[in-house]
């Protein structure tokens, strides 16, 4: 059981892109699944994309067709690739993590995403 580091926020204006990534290298037994949750000011943490170990992929309606959900197995790494930002994709995102084995829940600490107009 390890934390995830995440990297990536920061300002942007709106349009804009961002890549996200989140690393669970240190992982006793690997990652199955990945997400990117996040938590806007004064709301619930929302799912944002999954992907499996096998590739497949999942976003919220609001991130279609401009969040790109990826990760490099290897090293147990998920990126999300954010265009055409919006400023109500502000928030900290959060990465999320299944353990194989354990099936145990990973998060990494959240990075903050500001989108400005």
């Known amino acids: 059981q390890v934390p995830l580091v995440e990297s990536g926020g920061g300002l942007v204006q709106a349009g804009g892109s961002l890549r996200l990534s989140c690393s669970a290298f240190g992982s006793r037994f690997g990652i199955s699944a990945m997400g990117w949750y996040r938590q806007a000011p004064g709301k619930q943490r929302e799912l944002v994309a999954t992907?499996?170990?096998?590739?497949?992929?999942d976003y919220a309606d609001s991130a279609k067709g401009r969040f790109t959900i990826s990760r490099d197995n290897a090293r147990d790494t998920a990126y999300l690739q954010m265009n055409s930002l919006k400023a109500e994709d502000t928030g900290v995102y959060y990465c999320n993590a299944v353990e194989r084995f354990s099936s145990q829940t990973l998060w990494g600490q959240g990075t903050q995403v500001t989108v400005f107009s």
């Open positions: 992907i499996t170990s096998g590739g497949t992929t």
